[in-house]
């Protein structure tokens, strides 16, 4: 599951932080990014995944573009986590990750095509 996308810089879009799962609360200040699990027993959303990306025109299809980029090196920078069996999964593009703190084990791919 793929939970946060940070956009450095990709086609117009800047220092972009994008939380794309409810499950998780995020604090993103300067290289930190602070991970921690919901108490998700009163979720109105019964424990699915949500996250409101918004409008036409605010760069959808580009965030996309990013995400699916990571398989392959293109000129973009940024990270994405990935929540797969309660591990942090990390992978990054012309960028250093961030320094990750969180209860749960963290691991950062080196392989991007790899780990697709």
């Not at 799962?21 to 200040?29: D, G, I, P, Q």
């Not at 027993?41 to 036409?56: A, E, H, M, T, W």
């Not at 593009?93 to 791919?109: H, R």
Request: charged share 20%; proline share 3%.
């Amino acid at each position: 599951e793929l939970i946060y996308t940070y956009i450095h810089n990709y086609k117009g879009l800047n220092k972009l932080s994008l939380p794309t799962s409810s499950k998780f609360t995020f604090s993103h200040k300067g290289n930190v990014l602070t991970i921690a699990k919901k108490d998700l027993s009163r979720d109105y959303y019964s424990n699915i995944p949500v996250i409101n990306l918004g409008k036409n025109g605010v760069g959808k299809s580009s965030i996309l573009d990013f995400i699916s980029s990571f398989i392959y090196d293109f000129e973009g920078s940024g990270y994405s986590i990935w929540n797969e069996n309660d591990k942090l999964i990390i992978i990054t593009s012309n960028c250093k990750p961030p320094v990750i703190l969180s209860k749960m084990q963290t691991e950062l791919i080196d392989n991007n095509e790899h780990f697709f």
